[in-house]
């Protein structure tokens, strides 16, 4: 706390004899799912295809029909559509595609280029191949195997997945954000790379292998998090420039690269001669969207993050005098690899990446749960995510408001504060749009044609109330 209480001289100081203007922290990408559905297609004929038989099977080699929605049959000639070869798809205009129970072989790369393509199924009677919401995978659901590449926005990938199949998720232009559960080990050759509108991925923590290209040409990726977890990293995984030669290369995100400090990624960064941003060791609890960063690696290997969330439906004696709306609590602590759980102290980054939309007005305040302490270590101001700073885990208590009766009072909890000033400033600075209430509760300085809207004259006033100056 001692912290926040430097912090609050500080903005003391420079509202009462100077107009400053304070930034919101920058909007994070909220990870989301969609499931895409098709109208009937129809069954593919022999004259669809050029293919070659083999042992008496089917061999599809390119598709040269002109159906968008389409059903490959089981058989051609009577004989069992047996393997898609590498590229037979490219760049076709299908928005649909079903694939056979007889299907054994799917080249990689299958649909390479098919812009359109936003959902691809696989019969229920394929032993080799199953689709979850029109993304194809192994039968067992541990391998993803291929990604349409007209689906937009964010994806997940699914807790269960230990590999990326190369290729997999190439040239998908319009995916902009991607997310992994940390059961994944293994991102296979060229799996994102030109994936030109990736803005942000999270790998897993357990993540061991990236092979060759897997994100080079992901020209809006400007960072990404390493694991130290990694053992294997193939050539030119991070390659930014197209055409490249050996003597020289170019970094799409030379300065937004984190890593441990001594690990394998760290020593292959620098051997790239490019420099790190040296991070801590990164703990996510995907489920509950929490990552916890060890600013100092202060916790054993193998270690894990456990996390619960609930709807509290009274809060602690210590939180009485506080109003609110909704109450939630999150407890985070560590499992060691011996099972025994802590409650570490150390030099923690807790972001809680997940619980925006349905969690975090403006009016939201996190509370690091210890007796007799009420002070907010962290409010929000309508981010989709929001981080702390924190000396210690465990219990973390999340109150929310939408009651502004109060004069002053922006945040809701019936209280006047130096968090009711802060809020007021930046939403005179524009950062921020308040809700009509809070806009009421914060117009305490009127002159008649500034009704509901927030100045700096208001805040300044907030502040001299809060301070004891008025």
């Known amino acids: 706390m001692k912290r926040l209480r430097i912090f609050s001289f500080i903005l003391i100081f420079a509202l009462v004899f100077v107009n400053i203007i304070i930034p919101t922290s920058p909007k994070a990408e909220a990870v989301t799912q969609t ?63 079903k694939l056979p129970a007889s299907l054994s072989l799917l080249g990689s790369n299958a649909f390479n280029e098919c812009d359109s393509l936003t959902q691809v199924d696989v019969a229920e009677a394929n032993t080799k ?131 441990v400090k001594g690990s394998y990624p760290a020593r292959f960064i620098k051997s790239l001669g490019l420099d790190y941003i040296n991070e801590g060791t990164r703990f996510t609890d995907v489920s ?62 807790i972001d809680f990446d997940n619980i925006a939309d349905d969690l975090i007005p403006s009016a939201t305040k996190l509370y690091s749960h210890r007796v007799g302490d009420t002070e907010p270590i962290l409010f929000s101001l309508t981010q989709d995510s929001v981080s702390c700073e924190t000396d210690t885990l465990g219990t973390f208590i999340i109150l929310t408001s939408n009651d502004f009766s109060l004069k002053c009072d922006a945040d809701g909890d019936g209280r006047i504060t130096l968090t009711d000033a802060r809020i007021a400033l930046i939403a005179s600075a524009g950062f921020i749009e308040l809700t009509a209430a809070q806009k009421s509760a914060c117009d305490v300085v009127t002159t008649g044609a500034d009704n509901n809207v927030i100045t700096t004259a208001d805040a300044r006033k907030i502040l001299r109330t809060a301070a004891g100056l008025r």
């Open 35 to 97: 499931t895409y559905n098709s109208s009937v297609p129809e069954v593919g004929t022999k004259a669809d295809f050029e293919y070659r038989v083999q042992n008496e099977r089917i061999y599809i080699t390119k598709y040269i029909g002109t159906k968008t929605k389409l059903i490959i049959p089981e058989t051609i000639d009577g004989k069992p559509v047996f393997a898609i070869i590498a590229n037979s798809f490219t760049g076709s205009d299908l928005t649909y595609l």
């Open 129 to 259: 191949f199953c689709s979850i919401d029109g993304v194809v995978y192994s039968e067992d659901k541990t391998v993803l195997r291929a990604f349409p590449a007209g689906r937009s926005g964010s994806f997940m990938i699914p807790d269960g997945v230990t590999e990326i199949y190369n290729f997999a998720f190439y040239r998908c232009y319009q995916l902009e954000s991607v997310n992994m559960y940390n059961t994944v080990k293994t991102i296979g050759e060229r799996a994102f790379s030109f994936c030109w509108n990736l803005k942000n991925i999270r790998l897993s923590e357990n993540l061991e292998t990236i092979k060759p290209f897997a994100f080079s040409h992901c020209d809006d990726l400007t960072e990404i998090h390493l694991p130290k977890s990694i053992t294997s990293i193939g050539s030119d995984a991070f390659l930014g420039k197209i055409n490249s030669n050996d003597s020289s290369k170019e970094y799409y995100f030379v300065d937004g690269i984190y890593c």
């Open 288 to 349: 509950a969207g929490i990552t916890v960063t060890d600013v100092n690696n202060s916790l054993p290997a193998g270690s894990s993050l456990k996390v619960e969330k609930r709807l509290l439906s009274s809060v602690p004696d210590d939180f009485s005098n506080i109003k609110y709306t909704s109450a939630y609590v999150f407890d985070i602590y560590v499992s060691a690899p011996n099972g025994s759980i802590s409650v570490p102290q150390s030099d923690f980054k």
